[in-house]
């Protein structure tokens, strides 16, 4: 946290106030969950070296129990923070409409509706993907149907003029030509115009 706190400050030369919700207890302090650190000398903590670097940490699960034993949330000074409630809030229960119902704060309830529209445009995708998908599926049966069909058919007109040139064909070679390829039957096509034995058509 403080190397990419440094690095912000670095960058931009200006003052980088690093804030991170954590999902978890960080400290034993059961009292207090939103903290607030600096660079400061530890024998004299009123003296900070520059307020240019500041992290500020809220352990969510911890501020939801205060908030919600306590009625609100308090900030380092003790004072009420309606924003940083409501914005607790939203981490914590932003799938639960009878909580958010009454959070009234602006920017929390543009984010609601942000992550709606974004819920919506998710699930629109995802039909889409599916329709896609399924058209897909359905052209790619066509076309199996298709290849298959155009290899039946190459099967049975090879296998008349087998039996026109060599005679009753025995039952590998039948085999053979139910379970042979387009490609095998064209290249079985073309040979048997030439060989002179079923074995020279079949071969390969």
């Given at each position: ?16 106030i690093s804030i991170h919700l954590l999902d978890f ?18 024998r004299r903590p009123e003296q900070t070296l520059t ?54 704060h602006e920017p929390v309830q543009q984010a609601l ?92």
């Amino acid at each position: 946290m403080l190397y990419y706190a440094a690095s912000a400050l670095t960058g931009q030369l200006k003052t980088a106030i690093s804030i991170h919700l954590l999902d978890f207890d960080l400290f034993n302090d059961a009292t207090l969950a939103h903290w607030h650190f600096d660079l400061r000398d530890p024998r004299r903590p009123e003296q900070t070296l520059t307020d240019a670097l500041q992290l500020e940490l809220i352990e969510l699960p911890k501020a939801d129990r205060l908030m919600r034993g306590a009625g609100n949330m308090a900030n380092a000074a003790g004072e009420q923070s309606d924003a940083l409630s409501a914005w607790i809030t939203f981490f914590r229960h932003a799938q639960e409409d009878n909580t958010m119902s009454d959070i009234r704060h602006e920017p929390v309830q543009q984010a609601l509706h942000d992550l709606d529209s974004l819920s919506v445009f998710t699930e629109e995708w995802a039909n889409a993907m599916s329709r896609s998908k399924a058209a897909w599926d359905r052209a790619a049966m066509m076309d199996d149907a298709r290849e298959e069909g155009l290899a039946a058919g190459k099967s049975e007109l090879l296998l008349k003029q087998l039996a026109l040139k060599f005679g009753a064909l025995p039952q590998d070679a039948l085999d053979r030509l139910h379970a042979a390829t387009t490609d095998q039957l064209d290249a079985w096509a073309e040979r048997v115009l030439f060989a002179d034995s079923l074995k020279k058509v079949l071969q390969g």
